[in-house]
C-alpha cells in the first residue's frame, strides 16, 4: 500500500471519490492509486500532488528511478492503467512474456553499454508484475509462429526456456496466446507490431512499433484502424488451445 499517499490524501481531508471527482478519473481508479505498483498517468499524477500539496516525487517516489527510457514512459504508464492489452508480434515474443536472457538477446548488437542494457532488461520483465497482480488485465497476444522457431544466436538453451516459458504463460487464466501458422502467407500482420491497450472508462491508445522509438497513437480514427486490423490478425491466428499445443510443440523442438 502507498501509506505516503494515503497520509497526505487524510492530512488534506480527500479521499478516492473526491480526488476522482477532480482529476477526471473513475472512483474505483482513484481508489487504486494506493496500491502498490499502481501509479497514475504523468498528468493525474501532477494533478493529485497538487490537491495535496506534494511533490511528485513524495508520493510516488518509484517514478524518479524509472529505468525504460524516456519515450516508453509514456507507454509503460497506459499499460499499468489499462484493463485490457492486445498485442501483435511478427518478429519476437512480445516483451511482457519474455525470460530475462531472452530480453537480453533482443538487445545484443545495440550501441549500448552493459549498464543501459541491464536497464532497459530489468525495467521489461518488472513491467511483467501487472500479468500476476490482483487484478490483471485481460492479455491477448497474438504472435506469427515463425517466432517460435527463430533462433537466439545459436543458444538452443535459451529459446527452449523462452518458449516453455510462454507456454506457462500462456496457461494463466487471463492470458490469451494465439500463433498465426506460417503457411499463413500474405496476411496483414506483414505491416510490423502493435499494440492495443484499452482503459477503464473505455478508451483506447496503441504502440506501434519502428526501427526507432515506438509511435503513441491516441487519436480515435488511427486507433480504430488498428483494431480493425487486429481483428483480421486475429482473424487468421489458431485457437487459444491449439496455440498452447503448438507452443508445447515448438519447445519440444529446442531440447
Request: glycine content about 8%; overall charge negative.
Amino acid at each position: 500500500m502507498n501509506h505516503v499517499l494515503r497520509v497526505a490524501m487524510a492530512e488534506a481531508g480527500e479521499t478516492a471519490e473526491s480526488l476522482a471527482a477532480q482529476t477526471g478519473v473513475d472512483p474505483k481508479t482513484a481508489a487504486r492509486w494506493v496500491s502498490p505498483g499502481r501509479v497514475p498517468q504523468p498528468r493525474r499524477r501532477a494533478q493529485v500532488a497538487t490537491l495535496l500539496g506534494r511533490d511528485v516525487g513524495d508520493l510516488w517516489p518509484d517514478v524518479l528511478k524509472r529505468r525504460e527510457p524516456q519515450w516508453l514512459r509514456e507507454w509503460v504508464d497506459w499499460e499499468r492503467e489499462a484493463v485490457a492489452l492486445r498485442w501483435f508480434e511478427h518478429c519476437w515474443i512480445p516483451g511482457l512474456l519474455q525470460t530475462e536472457a531472452y530480453a537480453q538477446a533482443t538487445l545484443a548488437g545495440e550501441a549500448l553499454t552493459p549498464a543501459e542494457v541491464d536497464d532497459l532488461v530489468a525495467s521489461r520483465i518488472e513491467r511483467q508484475a501487472i500479468l500476476r497482480r490482483e487484478r490483471p488485465p485481460l492479455f491477448v497476444a497474438v504472435i506469427f509462429e515463425g517466432v517460435l522457431y527463430q533462433s537466439a544466436y545459436g543458444d538452443r538453451e535459451l529459446m527452449r526456456e523462452q518458449v516453455e516459458h510462454l507456454a506457462r504463460c500462456a496457461a494463466l487464466p487471463t492470458v490469451q496466446v494465439h500463433i498465426v501458422p506460417r503457411d499463413i502467407g500474405m496476411y496483414p500482420g506483414l505491416g510490423g507490431g502493435f499494440i492495443i491497450a484499452e482503459l477503464p472508462g473505455g478508451e483506447h491508445v496503441a504502440h506501434v512499433d519502428s526501427q526507432g522509438p515506438a509511435q503513441i497513437v491516441n487519436e480515435a480514427a488511427p486507433v480504430a484502424t488498428l483494431s480493425r486490423r487486429w481483428e483480421r490478425i486475429r482473424g487468421e491466428a489458431l485457437s487459444r488451445n491449439q496455440s498452447l499445443d503448438l507452443i508445447r510443440e515448438a519447445a519440444g523442438s529446442w531440447t
